[in-house]
């Protein structure tokens, strides 16, 4: 899967935007290579209901953050089929190939947003987990879930299952 992703170009600093895009609001932010994926060089929240696309909104926080970047990956509320989605509460579709083009991008990464949740687990530091339910530790497996959303848990690539598979809440 085309994931994008931070170079390991030794000594070359690369940008990339990340975002959660969201039917009420939206969180953009640059991460780079030299300051790593736990601190944004520049965050920002925005209305979604405000724009008429989200490409509008794209272009105005690059603008106005005077920030280039070179790749993007974005979780979004709602179904991702390829490298598009429709947003939930939303008449806006993101698309990750006009995204790569309007913004001359290396590569665009579309992902629901409880998937995108599930690819940071790798990165989170001790303090970031918290037990919900002491149990016996039975393996390196992790799995993510969520309110039923049409995707009802995300997996970590560890993990036996996953998004992408068929599910159904109960």
């Known amino acids: 899967a085309n994931r994008a992703a931070f170079s390991n170009v030794v000594g070359i600093t690369m940008n990339a935007l990340v975002g959660d895009i969201g ?3 939206t969180i953009l932010a640059v991460f780079s290579t030299e300051m790593g994926p736990r601190k944004p060089l ?4 925005y209305q979604s209901s405000h724009y008429e696309n989200f490409e509008m909104m794209v272009r105005e926080f690059l603008d106005e953050m005077k920030t280039q970047v070179d790749s993007a990956s974005f979780g979004v509320a709602g179904p991702v089929v390829g490298s598009r989605a429709r947003i939930t509460n939303l008449t806006w579709v993101v698309d990750g190939s006009a995204l790569q083009s309007a913004f001359n991008l290396s590569a665009v990464a579309i ?3 409880l998937e995108s949740v599930a690819y940071a687990i790798p990165i989170l530091a001790q303090e970031d987990i918290h037990t919900l339910s002491a ?3 039975r393996s390196a497996r992790r799995a993510l879930g969520g309110p039923c959303n049409g995707t009802c848990g995300a997996g970590h ?3 036996r299952f996953g998004s992408r598979r068929k599910r159904h809440c109960e």
């Open 135 to 137: 149990g016996i530790h």
């Open 157 to 159: 690539p560890d993990a």
């Open 23 to 25: 039917g009420t609001k």
């Open 111 to 113: 992902l629901n947003d």
């Open 42 to 45: 520049v965050e920002k929240t």
